[in-house]
């Protein structure tokens, strides 16, 4: 008998949960016989098994998508647009302009987590020309000039970020194919500028191990200087 979703994806949490996580130490300090005990297990059984993120190959002639986490903001985009509805539904029927309003915002934030729930389109890229960012563009490896993993920890839960530093203001690095859509610009985005010449990318929504993607960034960028020299 298959186990409901909800069980499924909270097994999938714990087995890519970082060994050197705070949320982890606690897990091992669990009472025998609890819950957080049996979630336990279940990472260890995955450790033992080599199950964690899917593994970063880096072959330099390959493009590597990066997708959001699967379930990410459905919660968000599915039920702010059902409460959307309900409270549409009674603005009209009651001629209320308070709940119109909160109609809006509901719409308003199914709106903008709506990204997270999009497979067909990823919003970070690995190819052989260089880092692509949804909303950005494509920054060359020749005009990235290094990369910082920097881990946050949100009430025990790992939040990690790639902090990129360019060789040049970012206007002036990034290779855009076209502008940005509008409408895009008011929607959710894991990449922040920082200052003229960084930006940093959250990695907490997206399915992939930081250090991994951090590793085969290292080496494109590395490959780059290479073929630069040459």
């Known amino acids: 008998m298959q186990p409901p979703r909800g069980v499924l994806k909270i097994r999938s949490f714990f087995r890519r949960l970082p060994l050197e996580s705070p949320a982890f130490s606690l897990l091992q300090k669990a009472p025998t016989g609890t819950g957080f005990a ?3 297990k279940v990472r260890m059984r995955g450790v033992a098994r080599g199950e964690a993120e899917p ?6 002639g390959t493009i590597i998508p990066i997708r959001y986490e699967s379930g990410n903001g459905e919660m ?3 039920g702010g647009s059902l409460l959307g509805l309900f409270l549409l539904s009674l603005a009209v029927t009651r001629f209320d302009g308070i709940l119109l309003l909160a109609a ?3 719409f308003g934030v199914a709106y903008y987590y709506a990204p997270l729930t999009f497979r067909r389109h990823p919003p970070l890229q690995v190819s052989p020309e260089g880092f692509y960012i949804e909303g950005l563009g494509l920054l060359p490896w020749s005009k990235i000039a290094g990369i910082r993993i920097y881990n946050k920890a949100v009430r025990n839960i ?3 970020e790639l902090y990129l530093i360019l060789h040049a203001p970012i206007e002036k690095a990034v290779v855009r194919e076209r502008e940005p859509e509008s409408w895009r610009r008011y929607m959710y985005s894991v990449w922040k500028p920082v200052s003229e010449g ?3 990318v959250k990695l907490e929504p997206l399915a992939v191990s930081p250090e991994q993607l ?6 494109r960028i590395a490959e780059a200087r290479k073929a630069d020299r040459a």
């Open 158 to 160: 790992r939040n990690a």
């Open 104 to 106: 809006i915002a509901a």
């Open 38 to 40: 049996y979630m336990l």
């Open 76 to 78: 968000m985009v599915y």
């Open 214 to 219: 951090g590793d085969v960034i290292r080496a």
């Open 198 to 200: 960084e930006l940093t």
């Open 55 to 60: 593994a970063l190959k880096n072959d330099s």
